[in-house]
């Protein structure tokens, strides 16, 4: 598998500030001469680091739309979220028409392929032996790889399911081919993302053997293609095949309710569901049957390729669907096969000191004496997020401990043989005067 | 360097919020060991009933436990009040839990009988009025 991601830093705009190090949920931003450094083995994806760059040095790299020219026939796969970006919006279907206005044939909403999963779930939770509780939500890229990095215990509590979008291509690929009899490689699919983990998902697909989507557009560029060819929508054709459950997984809380339960929760924000999980973990949720996981603010209608403020958007969603169906998309026998992830997801040990465990001891016992001489002020002038990490990247060999300004500054005065070390230090660290 | 990690954690017998911090902490530098899961879940349980104990008990009290390749030990120590009957506190079901603090959905009579279940070994002593000492061990299998 590659180790591509869609977050990437723009050099020129990066000041090096270390304002992305301190808010990345996996520690996986160093700053090294002036630049973020993203590890790629830690990130994923979340894009907290584009949200809260103040120079705009993140970003979310997608498909260009350049890249439809490559095929004859081209299919879209809105996300639901999509349709939480326009203002007035009472018929989805016009957005769906001018979709096919701006460079596609066809149209697959994965709100449709969210309902069938939902309808599935539904079904399989029934049978409380078959799913261990809480069943996890394997929708959010980010939260699944997160899982898979810190919470291996709770791998076995993912849904299984692979994420709509990629049910939506499979079955928007053979619909492609039964409608226009060309080979396979001359139909494109193509997922109109809100977010960075979901294009990462599209290039190394999660529980997926191999990619089954041909590109990621990102969601605020297709926006504003679609603005003007909206406009030209007269009488759109009825072309939209889900109803309120799959076209409410825009936001956070729309997969649970689609459930049909109680005792169902919905997290939003990394943050809160690293303490959820957390939580989980220790058994201290005992009562939930399901937990619905989304990276980012609001759900996805939050995601950082999105134009729309989540919560706006979220009130749009919500409005759009007064006018819905239920539902309109069931899983079928012969579907429900394909949902299913066909590679098991596996603990990835990231946070491992070593591979040889008294090595790791070894290692931990170095980490803990470092971090004794640090000044536990985590102010990343080393570049690294706090003293603790510093003190893990010197004993993993990407640091050095004079990265720390202090302990430098120990260092010279001890090397140039001056005395008062006192008149140096910042206000916090200067010893009262007795 | 010897290859045994020590850890230290003060448990504070004000905080019932706190309660379950050390086992998590602990549960976090097992997995960065790379230790098995089964294994991890194990030493959290066990520590997080011997934490609960010291809170809902003792007032508190310390934390200590040391890692190697071959066992993890860990050594709850507080100064409360003490078992008067050993035997009797490790019946499942028994408990002197105070109704505050069943109401708030402790004090089952598990506290001890899931030590016991979920370490190879438990060995507890006390000293009415001057406190017990939990000390558990779980080994590990050699691979």
């Known amino acids: 598998m590659s180790t591509w991601h869609s977050v990437t830093l723009i050099r020129d705009k990066c000041k090096g500030c270390t304002t992305c190090i301190k808010h990345c949920p996996t520690e996986a931003i160093r700053v090294r001469r002036g630049k973020a450094v993203i590890v790629d083995e830690r990130c994923v994806d979340c894009g907290r680091c584009i949200q809260v760059c103040p120079h705009h040095a993140k970003r979310a790299v997608c498909d260009s739309f350049d890249k439809l020219g490559g095929f004859v026939y081209n299919v879209a796969l809105p996300a639901p979220s999509l349709y939480g970006q326009f203002h007035n919006l009472d018929d989805v279907n016009i957005v769906l028409a001018a979709l096919t206005k701006i460079g596609f044939d066809q ?54 399911h692979i994420a709509p979008v990629d049910l939506a291509a499979i079955l928007a690929r053979r619909a492609a081919a039964r409608e226009t009899g060309l080979p396979p490689e001359k139909n494109g699919v193509f997922f109109i993302t809100p977010c960075p983990a979901k294009a990462t998902a599209v290039t190394n697909p999660v529980g997926l053997s191999r990619p089954v989507i041909d590109g990621a557009l990102d969601m605020s560029e297709v926006y504003l293609r679609l603005l003007p ?40 924000g990394i943050e809160n569901i690293i303490k959820v999980l957390e939580d989980v973990e220790d058994g201290k949720l005992p009562e939930i049957e399901f937990l619905e996981l989304g990276a980012c603010t609001q759900g996805c209608v939050g995601g950082c390729l999105t134009v729309e403020n989540p919560f706006a958007a979220k009130a749009r969603v919500k409005q759009l669907m007064k006018f819905l169906p239920v539902s309109r998309s069931r899983m079928t026998d012969e579907i429900e096969p394909l949902s299913y992830m066909d590679t098991p997801l596996s603990h990835v040990p990231v946070w491992q000191f070593d591979t040889d465990m008294a090595t790791a001891m070894e290692k931990h016992a170095r980490i803990e004496a470092l971090r004794e001489r640090l000044p536990w002020l985590d102010c990343a002038s080393c570049g690294a997020p706090s003293c603790r990490s510093l003190a893990e990247d010197v004993v993993m060999g990407f640091a050095s401990e004079e990265d720390c300004i202090f302990r430098m500054r120990e260092r010279m005065m001890y090397l140039s043989g001056t005395g008062d070390a006192e008149q140096y230090l910042p206000p916090p660290f200067r010893e009262q005067k007795k | 360097m010897p290859d045994v990690v020590r850890l230290h954690y003060d448990v504070d017998g004000e905080n019932f919020m706190a309660a379950g911090e050390a086992s998590s902490a602990v549960k976090n530098v097992l997995r960065r060991l790379g230790f098995g899961e089964d294994l991890v879940r194990r030493a959290a349980i066990c520590l997080y009933e011997g934490e609960i104990n010291m809170v809902i008990h003792a007032n508190g ?37 105070s109704d505050r603090v069943r109401d708030l959905g402790f004090g089952a009579g598990m506290g001890l009988p899931n030590m016991r279940r979920y370490a190879d070994s438990l060995e507890v002593t006390s000293e009415p009025g001057k406190g017990t000492r939990v000390l558990m061990t779980l080994r590990i299998a050699p691979v």
């Open chain 1, 107 to 160: 149209v697959f909403e994965v709100s449709a392929a969210a309902e069938m999963i939902s309808d599935a779930t539904r079904r399989r939770m029934r049978d409380k032996e078959r799913l261990p509780r809480p069943v996890i939500s394997s929708a959010c890229p980010a939260a699944v790889r997160l899982i898979c990095q810190r919470f291996p215990r709770l791998i076995g509590h993912l849904a299984s």
């Open chain 1, 229 to 268: 060819a909206m406009k030209k929508v007269e009488n759109p054709p009825q072309i939209a095949t889900s109803g309120i459950m799959g076209i409410g997984w825009a936001a956070s809380g729309g997969e649970s309710a689609a459930l049909l339960g109680e005792s169902h929760i919905a997290v939003d």
């Open chain 2, 61 to 97: 009290g310390a934390i200590d436990v040391s890692v190697s390749p071959q066992a993890i030990e860990m050594v709850l120590q507080d100064q409360g009040d003490g078992i008067p009957d050993i035997e009797q506190a490790m019946r499942e079901g028994f408990s002197t839990a």
